[in-house]
């Protein structure tokens, strides 16, 4: 959602001025010249921030920021004055000002002031709402169907042992959800859960981030670090995209699985640690040690029990939960309360290459645009409109020698950007998927698409 900026100040060329660089930075405003008027856009208008000059012509700034904080206490307030002194500004920092700017002011530095409130409400959103996921008894695992409420069983059993994980399954199936389901139903539940992407980070950055390293151990190590191990002690690490870790990190994770110790990088100190791994991959690990990318003795160590999440469309039956579940997480944000039927049918239909993220994006995105209080199907992206392909659309020559499936769609999608003329949404369109599944899928197979 776009911030919204309000503006209160009743010299008309500063809020013309104001108005123009904050539309320019993309923000959305709405301005007022008196403090009275201020305050019922506040209300109605419930911005992201406001910027208040102290001196208005029928109230004072002081006054406004007392009941504008009265009305919204975790409102982001911005005092600007020309008159300013240190008990001013002190004055309002105690009733709740964010921030205190006198003018004239740099127009940088205020703009650097508003995107760091905003960036904090934005975290301390996804705070509260990842510590509302965490409270329920499975996280965030919404479902009805067979296959996964076998799944819902077999972490509950899992829960309680320390035994490594290993949670296998397309992009966008779940794979942390059901890693935080098993650690919030462990008796690690209290300690840490500390998650990393092993695919995010190159080989040094990711043994510093694992290991953590010493003052000195490398250029730019200017104090010491604390590795993701260290601050998961007592409670689980989860390890993504562990398919993608080097021979060489995978070595020394396998130690730590082995031993329970390590040392940070540059240092000689050997550090004990009690952590439950949990691993997950989209890739087939199985593949990957017969090509010599993956040690088997360390896929024995995590695959002591391991847990395959379906992809959206074996689990259709779960697609109105689903639904669902996202139009609460974002109608109070967008004013958004119910999806219709012809809709849900577009959805129940579609056969969700990027899985429940895809759906989850596509929820928020017909939420952003959806005018009433009812998601139709206009609002929905045009692909959930194209017609799904059968198995017999699809004419292949089958030798009987077999065929490589990674093969086959690594052509398939090279054909499709020859024939758009390297257009990817013609691309996509034409492998009846979405242009992100697209951008994964190349990626995948390293095509370029420049």
């Known amino acids: ?25 993309g923000y959305q405003t709405e301005v007022a010249y008196r403090g009275r008027d201020g305050l019922n856009l506040i209300r109605e208008e419930s911005p992201s921030l406001t910027i208040l000059d102290l001196r208005l012509p029928d109230m004072d700034g002081l006054e406004v920021l007392k009941e504008a904080k009265a009305i919204n206490p975790k409102l982001p307030i911005i005092m600007l004055t020309a008159h300013g002194t240190i008990e001013t500004a002190i004055e309002a920092m ?81 794979k942390e959800v059901a890693a935080v389901a098993i650690h919030q139903n462990s008796p690690r539940h209290n300690k840490p859960f500390i998650p990393i992407n092993c695919a995010a980070l190159p080989e040094q950055l990711l043994e510093s981030e694992l290991f953590g390293h010493e003052r000195g151990a490398f250029t730019g190590a200017t104090a010491r670090k604390l590795g993701r191990f260290e601050l998961a002690d007592k409670g689980t690490i989860f390890l993504d995209e562990i398919a993608e870790m080097s021979l060489n990190m995978q070595a020394k994770l396998l130690r730590v699985l082995q031993e329970k110790s ?53 689990r259709k039956e779960d697609i109105p ?9 974002y ?34 995105r017909s939420a952003i645009i959806c005018r009433g209080n009812e998601i139709e199907p206009e609002h929905l992206p045009r692909e959930l409109y194209a017609p799904q392909r059968s198995s017999s659309d699809v004419v292949v020559d089958f030798p009987d020698s077999g065929i490589s499936l990674e093969g086959l769609e690594k052509e398939l999608i090279l054909k499709a950007l020859e024939k758009s003329g390297g257009n990817q949404t013609k691309a996509a369109q034409l492998l009846g998927i979405t242009r992100s599944a697209l951008l994964y899928r190349s990626q995948k197979h390293d095509i370029n698409w420049n």
């Open 1 to 25: 959602m776009v911030p919204k900026i309000l503006i209160i100040d009743d010299e008309e060329h500063m809020c013309w001025a104001l108005d123009r660089a904050m539309r320019q930075e």
């Open 94 to 174: 105690k009733i709740g000002a964010a921030d205190y700017i006198t003018k004239p002011f740099d127009l940088e530095e205020l703009k650097l002031v508003i995107k760091q409130n905003l960036l904090v409400i934005q975290l301390e959103t996804e705070v509260t709402f990842l510590r509302s996921e965490l409270t329920g008894k499975y996280g965030n695992i919404i479902a009805q169907s067979k296959i996964m409420l076998d799944i819902i069983a077999l972490i509950e059993r899992v829960a309680h042992s320390n035994a490594s994980v290993l949670i296998t399954g397309e992009s966008g199936t779940g």
């Open 262 to 314: 390590f040392e940070r990088v540059g240092g000689t100190e050997t550090l004990s640690v009690d952590v439950r791994v949990i691993a997950a991959t989209n890739r087939e690990l199985g593949e990957a040690i017969k090509k010599g990318t993956f040690r088997e003795d360390l896929f024995y160590r995590l695959n002591v029990i391991h847990i395959h999440l379906p992809p959206l469309r074996e």
């Open 321 to 329: 939960l689903l639904a669902k579940h996202f139009i609460q997480k």
């Open 331 to 364: 109608g109070h944000v967008y004013q958004v309360e119910k999806i219709s039927l012809e809709a849900m049918e577009l959805l129940c239909n579609y056969h969700w290459p990027g899985n429940v993220r895809e759906l989850q994006n596509i929820i928020e």
